[in-house]
């Protein structure tokens, strides 16, 4: 029987253990979105993880949705993550970046001249975002022209090779929570004519590009997706069928080799299995048609992650908040030890407090 301290490899990625730190967003880069000293020494505290998913992180200036979120489009931001990934792998951890482009979940005092943030939409959701006022409705956004989407998936595969600049082991392509990937795959929030709209395999064009993409620039085996077929987060309904439109991404993506899939099972950050679904999610026949490395996310405790890995369900077990309140997580899972408790206050925004403080066991 696997456990969740038996090393496994996802594409060329070699882990130590089946325990991953989950993309978890912060709000501390410092001036120029560009990651800081904390959190050179937050990634290392957290190295002992079998792969740490760095946070979400913008991939051109276009791309940002929220307050001192670190990006990954200047040379000083590569800068930056080069001496994050020098310490995790002095550690002996291995570290990929989350690349990210919110899409409509934004605000332009947060965008180049005050611009509005683009979609595959003109329609704003009902969500809010964090500026430097506070918590504010997400601003109108406008719809990209078919002709601009060729810049999109550029910004992605440079993005990519500035992440291997920067010393990564990979990326993960955030496709999940309603991000602009999401809003080009979901007919809930989709309503383009044309080759991006429409079709289910209209919907995933812009994702599949930007994969294929990613993967020809860095490798496929270095290169992940994260997914949330379910998931409502940032006020978005879900697509009229999930399992189609989801099921239909992972075997187009299957024959590229990727690394690994991510897979968010329920609602981000919530209930595992939503009361308003009218069916539950097979989240096992997408792992059959996907073929490659398989992580799982969302509530998942030493009981749930241990079973899980067990039963081959998954390769290896994301964890999030868990990890933000214990630094050596993976240590208190094998000794069954007693989990640091998560200041919530503390997660977005500040500095050194709720962030490089955590105890370790003695
Ligand atoms: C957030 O900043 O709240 C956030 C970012 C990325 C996610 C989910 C939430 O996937």
Do not use: C
Not at 56 to 79: C, K, N, R
Not at 231 to 236: L, W
């Amino acid at each position: 029987m696997t456990t969740l301290f038996e090393p496994t490899r996802l594409g060329d990625i070699a882990l130590a253990n089946r325990i991953v730190m989950a993309p978890l967003t912060r709000n501390r880069a410092q001036a120029g979105n560009v990651p800081g000293p904390l959190t050179v020494e937050y990634y290392r505290q957290r190295a002992s993880a079998g792969l740490i998913i760095a946070e979400a992180t913008q991939i051109s200036p276009m791309a940002q949705g929220y307050l001192d979120t670190p990006g990954i489009h200047s040379a000083e931001q590569v800068a930056g993550w080069r001496k994050v990934t020098d310490a995790v792998h002095a550690a002996g951890g291995r570290i990929v970046l989350q690349l990210w482009h919110v899409g409509r979940i934004s605000h332009t005092s947060l965008l180049p001249g005050g611009a509005a943030p683009v979609s595959s939409t003109a329609r704003r959701p009902n969500a809010q975002t964090y500026t430097k006022e506070g918590f504010v409705p997400v601003s109108e956004p406008r719809a990209l022209r078919d002709d601009e989407l060729p810049g999109i998936v550029d910004d992605y595969r440079r993005a990519a090779r500035n992440a291997i600049d920067a010393g990564f082991d990979g990326v993960e392509v955030h496709a999940a929570n309603n991000y602009l990937l999401d809003q080009f795959m979901r007919d809930s929030v989709n309503d383009r004519s044309g080759p991006y709209g429409g079709s289910i395999d209209n919907r995933i064009r812009l994702v599949v590009e930007v994969m294929q993409a990613v993967a020809a620039e860095i490798g496929a085996a270095r290169t992940g997706i994260r997914l949330s077929p379910i998931t409502t987060f940032s006020d978005t309904a879900r697509d009229s069928n999930p399992q189609a439109l989801y099921g239909r991404l992972v075997e187009v993506l299957a024959p590229l080799g990727l690394a690994f899939v991510h897979m968010i099972e329920g609602e981000t950050g919530g209930p595992r299995e939503p009361a308003d679904l009218a069916q539950p999610f097979d989240y096992d026949a997408l792992k059959k048609a996907f073929g490659g490395g398989w992580i799982v996310n969302n509530g998942f405790d030493r009981a749930s992650a241990e079973a899980k890995v067990a039963a081959g369900a998954a390769d290896a077990i994301a964890f999030g908040k868990p990890f933000i309140a214990n630094p050596d997580l993976v240590r208190r899972l094998r000794e069954n030890a007693p989990l640091n408790p998560l200041r919530a206050e503390l997660m977005y925004g500040g500095g050194a407090e709720g962030y490089i403080d955590y105890p370790a066991l003695a």
